[in-house]
């Protein structure tokens, strides 16, 4: 089955303690997105990858770092995460260009005390 | 600037209702897409229509229908007779062709929670 997949699912966590959010797609794209959703917002851009070793800002990258190794999996670093990054995060794929709609994972809640 | 409005933060109605969801959007480019997606309550994001800009004919799927109209530079989507499972938050959201290329960025509107009461 066709699918992004992130973990974990739901987390919570303290202040300043490292944690990685996993993703993973097996659909083979090349662009990977991460998002994260906050009310009244909508879905904001994080970071994106074009390809293997391909990775850049995308409108609210603060605190966050990613790293595409491989072409299938699309880890979110927060480094030292602090409560304003509690938030809903999404993990995206896509092939091709912006004809094709990204495939969402099913999203990971992060609650950052 | 590009940008996607949803005006309407939340709307209820009564089962068997007809109801419609709207998006504006903003853009300065010829070529882009236009999206929505469904949220329902169990979160993860539901792709279900995607529409370029050259092609301005209405779509029907089943109870969902997508009226996209350049002029007005709206892309409404309308459920008739709603049920309690279409009750979710409904994303719309835009794809600039130029400038997805190169940033995979899609722009959304920051939704309509739609409930629908039995």
């Known amino acids: 089955e066709a699918q992004v997949t992130q973990n974990p699912r739901y987390l919570i966590t303290v202040t300043g303690k490292k944690l990685t959010v996993t993703c993973s797609q097996n659909m083979n794209h090349e662009y990977m997105s991460w998002y994260r959703q906050d009310p009244g917002l909508g879905l904001r851009q994080i970071y994106y990858?074009?390809?293997?070793?391909?990775?850049d800002k995308g409108d609210v990258p603060e605190g966050y770092k990613v790293s595409r190794k491989e072409k299938r999996n699309f880890p979110l670093i927060l480094e030292s995460p602090s409560p304003n990054q509690t938030s809903l995060y999404f993990c995206a794929s896509r092939l091709g260009q912006g004809a094709q709609p990204q495939h969402f994972g099913d999203g990971t809640r992060l609650s950052i005390l | 600037a590009q940008k996607v409005t949803q005006a309407q933060t939340e709307i209820s109605v009564v089962e068997k209702e007809d109801v419609t969801l709207d998006c504006v959007y903003e853009?300065?480019?010829?070529?882009?897409?236009l999206f929505w997606y469904k949220q329902p309550p169990s979160g993860e994001l539901v792709f279900l229509i995607r529409?370029?800009?050259?092609?301005?004919q209405n779509e029907i799927s089943g109870r969902y229908s997508w009226n996209f109209q350049k002029s007005t530079s709206s892309f409404n989507f309308t459920i008739t007779a709603s049920q309690v499972v279409d009750s979710a938050v409904y994303f719309c959201?835009?794809?600039?062709?130029?400038?997805?290329?190169?940033?995979?960025?899609?722009?959304f509107g920051t939704g309509t929670r739609l409930q629908v009461f039995p």
């Open positions: 959201a835009l794809s600039e062709a130029e400038i997805s290329y190169n940033t995979d960025k899609l722009i």
């Open positions: 853009t300065r480019d010829t070529t882009y897409y």
């Open positions: 990858s074009m390809n293997v070793e391909v990775t």
């Open positions: 529409r370029n800009s050259f092609d301005e």
